[in-house]
Nanobody, 115 residues
């Protein structure tokens, strides 16, 4: 099983980034996909999630209206479009796949929002 995140980097406040998570070796379309983040010295927190068919999404209050999660089941990829980034969005962002009690994690990608 592999979840490989990409798209992180350094961006100025107010800027945008698009994270991608490419999945392989499992039935991607059967899994709820989520993005989590963990800032230095803090616990990992849920940022956004999307159901297996993409029909429903939910977001942390702190990112509502700024971030959009989406998925392409034909490409086994989930995305996180992040707009109007703030310094407090700085964290390592992790891709997560879950189906019942089965969970898989990616290795994370660093997002730094700073001027």
């Amino acid at each position: 099983v592999q979840l490989v995140e990409s798209g992180g980097g350094l961006v100025q406040p107010g800027g945008s980034l698009r994270l991608s998570c490419a999945a392989s070796e499992f039935t991607f379309s059967s899994y709820v996909m989520s993005w989590y983040r963990q800032a230095a010295g803090k616990e990992r927190e849920l940022v956004a999630a999307i159901t297996s068919a993409g029909g429903s999404t939910n977001y942390a209050d702190s990112v509502k209206g700024r971030f959009t999660i989406s998925r392409d089941n034909a490409k086994n990829t989930v995305y996180l479009q992040m707009n109007s980034l703030k310094p407090e969005d700085t964290a390592v962002y992790y891709c997560n796949a879950q189906r019942f009690v089965i969970r898989y994690w990616g290795q994370g990608t660093q997002v730094t929002v700073s001027s």
